[in-house]
């Protein structure tokens, strides 16, 4: 088991708590039955015990920080996070992830973008080329000014989508070619 005695542990001890739990009836039975099915993501778990031990309600146990971080081995980041985002953003934002406003990384092909590939690919193939690999689809799409860089693999993925693409035969996407009866 891991200790961590700082100042700051020390200090919020004996400070009054700028961020007070106090749970309803309803959010405690709430957090119990959480607790008790087990079927949540840990950090949800954490979370719940955390704020089940910050209690100071009348059937809270009201502990420090100290004592709820050598209990559940925690962080006092952790502590103070799950405090301080109970009391400013309410019980539901504590139990639940916060969505992202924005994809992580920008797609490179937007519609219209993925338009003009999916046309490029459709057209006539280079002199001297029976069809458009994704290598020469890369490099095309970067010297139209189409994107500025984009991998094969990406152009790969943007055209799977369809089924005139030109890999969608082996890809799985495409749909049955009718047999001849033998």
């Known amino acids: 088991m891991r200790r961590?005695?700082?100042?700051?542990?020390?200090?919020?001890?004996?400070?009054?708590?700028?961020?007070?739990v106090r749970l309803s009836v309803e959010e405690r039975e709430q957090l119990q039955t959480l607790i008790r099915k087990g079927k949540s993501?840990?950090?949800?778990?954490l979370k719940a015990r955390i704020l089940l031990k910050a209690d100071v309600s009348e059937r809270g146990e009201g502990w420090s920080d100290?004592?709820?971080?050598e209990a559940l081995?925690?962080?006092e980041s952790m502590v103070y996070r799950a405090r301080k985002q109970l009391v400013e953003e309410g019980f539901e934002a504590v139990l639940s992830r916060k969505q992202r406003a924005l994809p992580a990384v920008p797609p490179i092909f937007d519609g219209e973008k993925e338009a003009k590939l999916i046309a490029l690919a459709c057209s006539k193939p280079p002199k001297g080329r029976a069809r458009w690999s994704l290598r020469l689809l890369e490099s095309k799409v970067v010297e139209l000014n189409i994107v500025d860089r984009a991998s094969d693999s990406t152009i790969g993925r943007v055209l799977k989508k369809?089924?005139?693409?030109?890999?969608?035969?082996?890809?799985?996407s495409s749909r049955r070619r009718p047999t001849a009866p033998s």
Request: charged share 20%.
């Open 4 to 20: 961590r005695v700082g100042t700051m542990a020390a200090a919020t001890e004996k400070s009054v708590k700028k961020y007070v």
């Open 41 to 45: 993501p840990a950090k949800r778990l």
């Open 66 to 69: 100290s004592k709820i971080i």
């Open 73 to 75: 081995e925690t962080s």
């Open 162 to 172: 369809t089924l005139s693409s030109p890999i969608a035969g082996s890809s799985g």
